[in-house]
């Protein structure tokens, strides 16, 4: 288990982002109550998905540290209203597809149910907690049949997918794009949480994103 301090430097040293900027939006989002509180040092309170997923939401939602609860309220409530599923996710180890096969990881499935963002990246964060976040390259060749890749990918929550979480913040818009890992420009699908708007490209120099590694540095802190 990791207390908020360790949560709070992990993300910075996996994301990138400045650590005395995480720490001033944690502050501000504990006090707020959307992390837990207690007492301080080796006393304080263990992390656990939900704190995380909220931490990371202000993190990627607020343009100051003071904007954290409202980015936490306003963003963790968004609902999914749009999900493009392609749901052809394996390619070759040159990234290029040898042939599009319909098999569809539980996760792209479980994006098209209702849901809200909070829901999503808590979501994401307990797989991660899970070790269910599995890499499928290394056993699957261009040899294979359609057959032996299905059977193989069977029991498998995410396979070769790839993913970002994405907030545009002037839209009040988030989404979570999902790729091939193999083949970075084949998109498999994305959710989009809030409201839709037609011009993605302007969007995106309003965005803040993290990816999947940032939350598979989570969850193994938070099981540690």
Not at 138 to 160: H, L, P, R, W
Request: hydrophobic content about 40%; some cysteine.
């Amino acid at each position: 288990m990791a207390k908020l301090s360790e949560l709070m430097t992990c993300i910075a040293e996996a994301s990138g982002i400045p650590e005395s900027d995480i720490r001033q939006i944690g502050r501000r989002a504990r006090e707020a109550g959307y992390i837990a509180q207690g007492a301080r040092g080796t006393s304080a309170p263990d992390m656990g998905v939900a704190d995380a997923a909220n931490l990371l939401i202000a993190i990627l939602a607020s343009e100051f540290a003071k904007d954290a609860p409202i980015a936490i309220e306003r963003y963790g409530v968004l609902r999914n209203s749009y999900v493009n599923d392609f749901s052809k996710v394996f390619g070759d180890g040159d990234g290029y597809y040898r042939k599009y096969i319909p098999v569809c990881p539980e996760i792209i499935k479980w994006v098209k149910s209702n849901h809200t963002f909070r829901d999503a990246v808590e979501r994401l964060i307990s797989d991660a907690s899970k070790g269910e976040f599995n890499d499928l390259s290394d056993f699957m060749s261009v040899k294979d049949t359609e057959e032996k890749i299905s059977n193989d990918i069977a029991n498998y929550k995410y396979g070769n997918i790839d993913f970002n979480i994405v907030v545009y913040s002037n839209f009040h818009r988030a989404s979570i794009v999902f790729f091939d890992q193999n083949a970075r420009n084949f998109g498999i699908g994305h959710s989009s949480y809030g409201q839709l708007f037609a011009d993605d490209g302007f969007a995106f120099y309003s965005a803040k994103a993290i990816n999947k590694e940032v939350i598979a540095t989570i969850g193994k802190l938070l099981v540690s």
